[in-house]
């Protein structure tokens, strides 16, 4: 596998490489994924949870609006959840 880069840097036409080639047998891959070092564990899933939702690019009053919507919204799924499986439980169990 050949890798090709260009140099753009250089000055004259007969100082010009058109590319430098690179050997490689092995695939590429991605680079390691970031530690988070001066974070706990609370604080990277806050971090995580910005950055899937895209909260992070909001300002501190929309970030609020849109957490209490998700709140409300789980509180109705848990509510509903729990009153289903009472009733679901009662009737099989008697």
């Given at each position: 596998?050949?890798?090709?880069?260009?140099?753009?840097?250089?000055?004259s036409?007969?100082q010009?490489?058109?590319?430098l080639?690179?050997?490689?047998s092995?695939?590429l891959?991605?680079?390691a994924?970031?530690?988070?070092?001066g974070?706990?564990?609370v604080?990277?899933?806050?971090f995580?949870?910005?950055?899937?939702f895209?909260?992070?690019?909001l300002?501190w009053?929309e970030r609020?609006?849109f957490n209490?919507l998700v709140i409300v919204?789980?509180?109705?799924?848990f509510y509903?959840s729990?009153?289903?499986v009472t009733?679901?439980l009662?009737?099989?169990?008697s």
């Open positions: 596998m050949y890798i090709e880069f260009p140099l753009a840097n250089c000055c036409k007969s010009r490489i058109s590319s080639s690179i050997r490689s092995e695939p891959t991605a680079p994924p970031v530690r988070f070092r974070m706990n564990w604080q990277r899933k806050i995580l949870y910005n950055v899937t895209g909260l992070y690019m300002d009053w609020c609006l209490i919204l789980m509180w109705f799924i509903n729990s009153r289903y009733v679901f009662k009737g099989h169990l």
